[in-house]
């Protein structure tokens, strides 16, 4: 007669190997990403309180006008490189027309003449856009 084994093996057991696999792919997937949502030019924004935007499934259209003037948009094919007004006015437009919903948002450095901020906002009214809101950072300790 066949010894059985004194240990019954339990329906409940789970495998943890798999699991660990599915986790390493998902940790390397988010180091590999993490790094490209930072998308954009770095100006400095002036500080201020204001409500803060829902949360919204699409990414808004950022336009940066950095210190000297240049104008950057989120959604052009390099998001680093200095658009003209005219491609500017092309890439908006097409972008309100596929997505009319879109939150528009305009980064200005603190260091940029105030009438470039103005100009740029009138840029994405002239697109299309029916609300343009403006971007800061909090104060120190806010």
Same mark, same amino acid.
């Given at each position: 007669m066949a010894r059985r084994s004194s240990r019954k093996k339990s329906v409940s057991e789970i495998n943890v190997v798999p699991l660990i696999d599915v986790m390493l792919v998902l940790l390397i997937i988010f180091m590999v990403t993490a790094p490209l949502l930072n998308q954009g030019v770095e100006v400095d924004l002036p500080k201020g309180v204001a409500e803060a935007l /829902?949360?919204?499934?699409q990414e808004p259209m950022v336009l940066t006008v950095d210190r000297e003037g240049h104008l950057y948009l989120n959604r052009a094919d390099d998001p680093k490189?200095? &658009?003209?007004?005219? *491609?500017?006015?092309? =890439?908006? =437009?097409? @972008?309100?027309? =596929?997505? /009319?919903?879109?939150?528009? &948002?305009?980064?200005? *450095? %603190?260091?940029?003449?105030?009438? %470039?901020? @103005?100009?740029?906002?009138?840029?994405?009214?002239?697109?299309?856009?029916?609300?343009?809101?403006?971007?800061?950072? &909090? /104060? *120190?300790?806010?």
């Open positions: /829902p949360q919204q499934e490189l200095a &658009l003209s007004t005219e *491609d500017l006015l092309i =890439r908006a =437009r097409a @972008v309100l027309q =596929r997505e /009319p919903k879109t939150v528009v &948002l305009v980064k200005g *450095d %603190k260091g940029v003449e105030y009438g %470039k901020v @103005v100009a740029a906002m009138h840029l994405l009214t002239q697109a299309g856009a029916a609300k343009v809101g403006l971007s800061m950072d &909090l /104060p *120190d300790g806010a």
